[in-house]
């Protein structure tokens, strides 16, 4: 505390020396400039995406290399068809099969109709075969019956024996059983033996039916994976479905090798391949959390490309920052998108200096943030006068890397040295020196005697 007393006690005698030459920077107004400087990459917002259409795991045999323009058709990757050949070759066989099932549950279900028809025909000639038997038991009961009567009578004449009477009563009663017989026959046929046989061939056509949709739905199912299977060894060899330049996607930021090269292994829907607009380009970089929150969209931002320089705007920023980790040195960023005029001779991949101008200030008095010292008791500077160097507090403003808005504490036209911290070194060294001699005068004196 001693210390830093003194160094603002001897900053007045500091001011009062005669100022050597020093390098100075002459206090002007003009335009500030505030922004944020990133590195990053083109890249399209509109990109025609190259997935693998075959399910499960498949392995690349063949890949394009990347920046080749292609035409529409053109072959980009082909996968090993192995495995899908031999399903391929399965289905086909397996479709056959179903399609005879089918065939003979087609035919098992005519049969079951024509059974039920046959028996219906069956039953009608018996039934009617039955009827002319009931009618002939009916007449035959009848004259039965007469000749039961006449006996009776010709009995009572005289002119027949009892044994004849009894003869004829016999007959009737034979005919009324045979008359019973059929009766039962017919009534036996219509209520139990046409139902049973009718359940029975009905129950039939139904399994028939069941079987033949089961074969149906077996044989649809056969020729889905058939043809699916078909498709996906189409898929195999993977065709450019528009003109363009072929470039790869981005791989994870720990990795070192593309995920899309010979021998690697794919997914089904992953992404080998990326076809992009060029009409439509973008610059994606990665801004610092400590500036984040000042970023938005609608922010003009010029962008540095090679042999040239694109005015452009903020159109998107992330909410979430992206992953970390050793790849990245753990530092936190978040992805921004500046979209760009369409310009020829865009490519995706070139790298791009983004400055995203964060404020501008006009007609505002400035100096170089190397005058400026900043302590816990405020921020300072040294200005060059006729009488000396003396020492300034400044109010300061926003401030780019090189310069810094001072809002009081100098005037346009004066001079501020540029290395002030000499300033601070000569003040230290005169308060050290003077610390050490207020010690030495308060020391007691040496007694020789002792």
Request: glycine share 6%; charged share 25%; hydrophobic share 40%.
């Given at each position: ?12 005698s500091?001011?009062s ?66 495995v ?54 009916q007449?035959?009961?009848?004259m039965?019956?007469?000749m ?7 009995f ?45 061939l ?7 039916r069941?079987?033949l ?46 995920d ?7 997914r ?19 801004i ?21 320089t ?10 979430v ?33 983004v ?20 302590t ?10 006729a ?55 308060e020391?007691?004196?040496v007694?020789?005697?002792?």
């Open positions: 505390m001693v210390v830093i007393f003194l160094v603002a006690f001897l900053w007045p500091v001011k020396r005669p100022a050597p030459a020093h390098l100075t920077h002459r206090v002007a107004r003009g335009d500030l400039v505030v922004s944020v400087m990133e590195q990053g990459t083109l890249e399209s917002s509109n990109n025609t995406e190259i997935k693998c259409k075959v399910r499960g795991f498949s392995t690349v045999t063949w890949v394009i290399e990347p920046g080749t323009t292609v035409r529409e058709g053109d072959v980009l990757v082909r996968l090993d068809t192995k899908l050949e031999e399903q391929y070759s399965l289905t086909k066989t397996n479709t056959f099969i179903a399609q005879a099932t089918l065939e003979r549950s087609k035919a098992a279900v005519k049969s079951a109709e024509i059974a039920i028809d046959a028996y219906n025909a069956r039953y009608q000639a018996q039934l009617q075969q039955l009827q002319k038997q009931l009618q002939e038991k007449r035959n009961l009848r039965a019956r007469k039961n009567e006449r006996a009776d009578d010709l009572k004449q005289g002119y027949v024996s009892a044994l004849e009477v009894e003869g004829s009563s016999f007959t009737v009663t034979q005919a009324e059983l045979e008359l019973k017989v059929v009766e039962t026959q017919i009534r036996v046929l219509e209520e139990f033996t046409r139902k049973m046989e009718l359940a029975t009905e129950g039939n056509l139904t399994a028939a069941s079987k949709a089961a074969d149906e739905a077996g044989l649809a199912m056969e020729i889905k994976r058939r043809d699916r299977a078909k498709e996906e060894l189409e898929a195999c060899v993977i065709r450019a479905p528009r003109s363009g330049i072929v470039i790869y996607p981005s791989a994870a930021a720990w990795k070192r090798t593309p899309i090269t010979q021998g690697a292994t794919v089904h829907d992953q992404v080998l391949l990326l076809i992009p607009d060029l009409t439509r380009m973008r610059v994606k970089v990665g610092h959390e400590s500036v984040i929150d000042r970023v938005h969209e609608g922010l003009k931002a010029v962008v540095t490309l090679p042999e040239r694109l005015e452009a705007a903020v159109t998107k920023v992330a909410k920052t992206r992953p970390s980790g050793w790849w990245t040195g753990n530092v936190v960023k978040y992805d921004t998108w500046i979209d760009l005029p369409t310009t020829e001779g865009l490519k995706p991949g070139m790298s791009a200096e400055d995203v101008i964060l404020a501008e200030f006009h007609d505002v008095i400035t100096i170089p943030v190397a005058a400026v010292i900043e816990v008791d405020g921020a300072f500077c040294w200005v060059q006068t009488g000396g160097v003396e020492r300034r507090r400044l109010a300061l403003g926003e401030s780019n890397d090189a310069f810094i808005i001072v809002k009081s504490g100098l005037e346009e036209g004066e001079q501020v040295v540029l290395n002030p911290t000499a300033f601070l070194e000569e003040a230290e060294r005169e308060a050290a020196r003077s610390v050490g001699a207020s010690r030495s005068n020391l007691p004196p007694d020789g005697g002792s």
